[in-house]
């Protein structure tokens, strides 16, 4: 990250942005479960979403945003309640929902997106929700908490907000990126996991903001799983607003590859603190894979071992199983000869091989165990098959997952 | 299941076929762990194994004989190391199990298939393999208790052990086809789940047994998922000595289908078993989709909603979430119309429609969730977009699979 250093704040980092979060009573009693992101000045939009078949009401509607609108300027999200499986019912709240804050910020309502997660097939108090967005338009303010106070609303069973601003310099400006994302449980690749919404003051164009979020998507969201279950929520928003005054970015080149830089390091971090949040974890599990034959199978091999509940559980146990690691390599779908794999831990305890050509390595156990008794955890694959890789993100599986989940709805 | 009917006990059931369980120390203490089946005469062989990349000696040993030997015999099965990621070492230790087994029962070594579930990465203890061996040979019998006592040798984490045997007419004489199976963790899709051992005393060319075999596999074993990891030692072997004195079976017709239809309840009965061992769980949760485009597809949505972790975790809440399940119905890779969707709950404590077209039915949560508190629960889904259909069983997700897998090495 030569390019870019990191700022203070999330949503609110970058000029001309804004925020507030509220107490709507959505489903949580005394906790704040609505936000809003505004910009002062209309924003190219791009965006990914779930690869669900069943896709919520909001994901539809900020899709077409995305395809069709010429600019959007806030983002209204809200915890608790998915409005998904919703119906045409669904979409009229979002339509709702658009409308009353399109016309408290006197904005085109083709220009408000929208967020929703918590429980499928409930419809959306509208009542509650419009109140909702009243107060935050009321509070909405560009200070940095603001920033901070909106990534704290949109959790639900997060156990820390999560947010990042990076900036950079192109041609004598400074670009600020900034972002917050929900994200713990239902957690798996195939999208942008979960809620996350990027802000931006660069000078971009609409496909250039659109190709770099695609890319970036791949190598961040799309490499981290808490529990394989592909949302029907799943969403990630770039606004850029253009007021860091740079050159429009409308071609690839040093000011695009800086941006994407910039954008990456946000995602990522916003994807590792997903992770490392899954529901009930007590771990953050990196799997890196390395000489592969191809890049795409490097990912499919790193996500197939943080995908493994085997695996997960043996984390959470301190115990160095290698084996299993294995086996969800072998398991993966890719073809590999077993007899060249070697499979390390680290940590900052220090770090182990645990299994060298596919059989056993000397180590100690205890060693090992200390190892895997940090909150932070890398299995280090080598594959010997290739030059390419890549990293996936996941965690351990605990009684609290189990827990979390069991009760959820109730 | 009119041509058949249940009879008493698992491999010893049918003619010709003994059996033993022996404490051979191998990784437990004061129980079994060492089985043998064997027949009085030599047997056709059939078999189906992992699809895991990385497979374990006796996969690799087995596959060889089935493929390449005219006869099998025996089968020496050992629970607690599963001479997985050993190496040469680890073929050696199969050739030395099939030489001392073969000395002692006086058949060949290439008759005699071998079965090992446990540990990854470890080498067997190959001594305390020969005296099992031993044992096992000195206390082989045709009693029906011996395949009982064959059938709890193999458990590993497995809470009951399980065996079938049924028996049909064909030609005035009485064929029987008898099997066992352990399987418990690490079982999912792809292949004859773990370990299941089939003997039936049919005269049927060896061609026909291992066509009957791998499509019997497709709607049994490899519709139960208990957590998503296929295993590198998962087999499933059928052995026919032709006892029965019916006319060989060597085309398909009346005579063929009964065998299919004995042959298919066995291994569903064996396979819908280990679902409901699953570990830790505390039901059995059985899927079935109905109306699907197709056979494949239907099978596809059936085991995305048993390997949903979230689905599985409300099943051992008791929560009526039919959201997660049609959730997990969306990112199975199916393509379907939500809105067609029903989604219903059954058990002996009745049942309730709970999702109609991919939204909330009028149903009552209390009624809910006493059906989804009995020990077996049925999730039926009519997705409304065709004719096939397909059943899949899995298990809850409990605090218990995650104590036993995060202990299980130690």
Redesign the interface.
């Known amino acids: 990250m030569g390019n870019i250093r990191v700022t203070n704040g999330g949503v609110t980092a970058a000029a001309g942005f804004e925020a507030a979060g509220a107490c709507a009573g959505i489903k949580y009693k005394n906790r704040m479960d609505m936000a809003l992101i505004y910009s002062t000045v209309p924003c190219k939009a791009a965006g990914t979403f779930t690869?669900?078949?069943?896709?919520a009401a909001p994901v539809l509607w900020d899709k077409d945003i995305v395809e069709n609108s010429p600019y959007a300027q806030a983002v209204i999200v809200n915890a608790g309640i998915?409005n998904?499986?919703?119906?045409s019912q669904g979409m009229d709240h979002c339509r709702e929902t658009a409308q009353t804050a399109g016309r408290l910020l006197n904005i085109p309502e083709q220009s408000v997106l929208i967020g929703s997660t918590g429980?499928?097939?409930?419809q959306l108090p509208i009542e509650r929700i419009k109140s909702g967005i009243k107060m935050l338009v009321d509070a909405k303010t560009a200070a940095i908490e603001a920033g901070s106070t909106a990534a704290k609303a949109i959790m639900t069973t997060d156990t820390v907000s999560k947010e990042i601003a990076v900036s950079f310099e192109t041609g004598g400006k400074t670009v600020t990126v900034g972002g917050m994302s929900k994200g713990s449980?239902?957690i798996?690749p195939?999208m942008c996991t979960m809620l996350a919404y990027i802000t931006t003051d660069a000078a971009i164009s609409r496909e250039l903001l659109q190709e770099a979020l695609s890319a970036s998507v791949v190598d961040s969201y799309n490499m981290i799983s808490v529990?394989?279950?592909?949302?029907?929520n799943d969403t990630c928003l770039v606004l850029a607003n253009g007021l860091a005054g740079n050159d429009e970015i409308t071609q690839k080149g040093e000011a695009y590859d800086k941006f994407c830089e910039a954008l990456n390091y946000v995602n990522t971090y916003l994807a590792k603190k997903m992770a490392g949040d899954g529901e009930g974890a007590t771990a953050l599990l990196e799997v890196k894979v390395l000489n592969a034959p191809d890049k795409q199978k490097a990912r499919i091999l790193a996500r197939s071992v943080t995908?493994?509940?085997?695996t997960k559980?043996?984390v959470?146990?301190h115990?160095a199983?290698?084996?299993?690691i294995?086996?969800?390599?072998?398991?993966?779908g890719?073809?590999?000869d077993?007899?060249k794999v070697d499979i390390s831990v680290e940590s900052s305890a220090g770090s182990a091989m645990l299994?060298k050509?596919?059989?056993?390595a000397d180590y100690s156990e205890e060693e090992a165990t200390k190892i895997l008794s940090e909150p932070e955890v890398t299995v280090i694959v080598d594959m010997k098959c290739g030059t390419e890789q890549a990293a996936a993100w996941g965690c351990d599986?605990?009684?609290d997952?189990?827990?979390?989940?069991?009760?959820?709805?109730?």
């Open positions: 690869s669900n078949v069943v896709k998915a998904a499986a919703t119906g429980v499928i097939g409930k449980g239902m798996h195939n529990d394989g279950d592909t949302s029907t995908g493994s509940n085997l559980a043996a959470y146990g115990d199983n290698w084996g299993r294995l086996c969800a390599l072998g398991y993966s890719v073809q590999f077993p007899q299994c050509n596919g059989m056993e599986l605990t009684y997952y189990v827990k979390i989940n069991a009760d959820y709805r109730s």
